[in-house]
């Protein structure tokens, strides 16, 4: 089994990379673009039974400094 | 006094920090990441900078869960000292020793110059080699060292006393110019600039000295 998990900046931190991309989209010629928030997706490859509140706590311990970022977990 | 220094994999800055502790006068002890506990009457432990784990998943994030690290916060908990340079400030808030993160900076580049810091606060043992209100001249050299904490926190960092260095002049985007802050008990500092690397006639200025002179002091007669 697997789960894809979903790591972003929390809306207010600003995106400094996310602004940048914004402002080559603007640059090439795409309109309308008013906003590009950057984040990460992680997939994990799990032993069968593992539980959504395990994977729960890998994002709270390691995978997203709750500091800065918000996760989702998905389960596959 | 002792000191030990924790060496990551891609730690960089171990042995500069390591000279700069003993050319003020500390023993210092080098410790691999592996390591499970810190040798015995260690003082202070500096968590030095570098790129530890080459900066996978986040700047600090694996460090922070080396079995070291456990330790290194154990240290911390007794009330001992630690001192976290550039990628040491990051590890040390992903352990949750410091708070708030450091992102990438605002102009997304590496910056890698020597910029100009006022002291806050002379009531630390790492900074009260220093008046308030002084500026001195240490460089920095990082991608990530945009401080970032919400406002509770960085109301409560001032009104603490608790930062110890603010940029004269932001290069990074650092909430409230903010360079360095001390922990709870101001036994704990993290800083992103590298005093260790202006710590000796050769390195072209010597602002850095003082610091290591001073919490050398304050642990050796404590």
Known sequence: MKARVHVMLKTGVLDPQGEAVRHALGAMGFEGVNGVRQGKVIELDLADGTTEAAVTEMCEKLLANTVIESYTVEML | ?222
């Open chain 2, 1 to 222: 006094m002792r000191a030990a220094v924790v060496v990551f994999p891609g730690s960089n800055c171990d042995r500069d920090l390591a000279m700069a502790f003993r050319a003020a006068g500390a023993d210092v002890t080098m410790v691999w990441h592996k390591d499970t506990s810190l040798p015995d009457g260690i003082d202070i432990v500096g968590i030095p900078g570098g790129f530890s784990y080459g900066d996978y998943l986040r700047c600090g994030a694996i460090a922070a869960q080396s079995p070291i690290c456990q330790s290194v916060a154990a240290h911390a908990g007794r009330g001992g000292y630690v001192f976290g340079v550039c990628n040491g400030f990051q590890v040390l808030t992903e352990t949750g020793l410091l708070p708030g993160a450091l992102l990438r900076n605002a102009g997304l580049k590496y910056i890698c110059k020597t910029v100009g810091l006022k002291v806050e606060t002379s009531a630390s043992a790492f900074t009260e080699g220093y008046n308030a209100g002084d500026v001195i001249d240490i460089p920095i050299a990082h991608h990530d060292g945009n401080y970032y904490a919400d406002d509770v926190v960085l109301d409560a960092l001032v009104d603490q006393d608790r930062v110890a260095f603010r940029y004269t002049d932001n290069p990074n985007g650092s909430a409230r110019d903010i360079a360095g802050i001390l922990s709870e008990n101001r036994r704990v500092l993290g800083m992103m600039p590298h005093p260790e690397r202006a710590a000796d006639e050769g390195h072209g200025g010597t602002d850095g000295a003082a610091l290591f002179r001073a919490v050398t002091g304050a642990l050796t007669t404590a």
